[in-house]
C-alpha cells in the first residue's frame, strides 16, 4: 500500500511497488492526463510535478513517492473551475495541435515559471525538453512568454 498525495487529495494505492507512477495514474486513479509516449524518460507525455518538480512518471516507481505530492496536468485547474495561467495561456497561443504532448509541456512549463518566472528564450529551451511530433515549438515559446507576463500582472 503506497500513499501520497494526488493532485491535492491524499489516495492509498495497493499495487506492486515498482509499477510506474504513470500507470498509477492512469490505470488506478484514472486520471489521463500523462500520457504513455517512450517509456524511457525521453518524450516527456508523462510529466507531472512530484513535490513541485517535472518529472518523467514513465520512470518513476510508484515506492518512490509515498508520501510525496503529485500534480498532474488534471490538478492545475483551480477548484471553481478556472484553468492555470500556463493552461490559458496555451488556449490563448492555440499551441496544440493534435494535443498528445501538451499535458506534459503544461507541467514542464509551470515548473520553469515557478523557478524562472520571466524565461529568456534560452532558458526555456533548456528548460523545455519534451517533444512534439506536430512542431508546435514556437507557439510553445509564445505561451511560456504570456503565461510569464500573465503572472507577472497578478
Not at 22 to 32: I, M, P
Not at 103 to 131: R, S, V, Y
Request: proline content about 6%.
Amino acid at each position: 500500500m503506497v500513499e501520497l498525495m494526488v493532485n491535492g487529495t491524499t489516495v492509498s494505492v495497493e499495487t506492486d511497488a515498482g509499477k510506474p507512477l504513470l500507470w498509477v495514474l492512469r490505470e488506478d486513479l484514472e486520471l489521463l492526463g500523462p500520457k504513455y509516449g517512450c517509456g524511457v524518460a525521453q518524450c516527456g507525455a508523462c510529466r507531472v510535478l512530484i513535490d513541485g518538480e517535472s518529472t518523467p512518471s514513465c520512470v518513476t516507481p510508484i515506492d518512490s513517492v509515498a508520501g510525496a505530492s503529485v500534480v498532474t496536468v488534471e490538478g492545475l485547474v483551480q477548484a471553481d473551475g478556472t484553468l492555470s495561467l500556463v493552461q490559458q495561456a496555451w488556449i490563448d497561443e492555440q499551441v496544440p495541435q493534435c494535443g498528445f504532448c501538451q499535458p506534459g509541456f503544461i507541467i514542464a512549463a509551470t515548473a520553469l515559471l515557478e523557478a524562472t518566472p520571466q524565461p529568456t528564450d534560452t532558458q526555456i529551451d533548456e528548460a523545455i525538453t519534451n517533444i512534439c511530433r506536430c512542431g508546435t515549438y514556437p507557439r510553445i515559446r509564445r505561451a511560456i512568454h504570456r503565461a510569464a507576463t500573465m503572472l507577472a500582472e497578478r
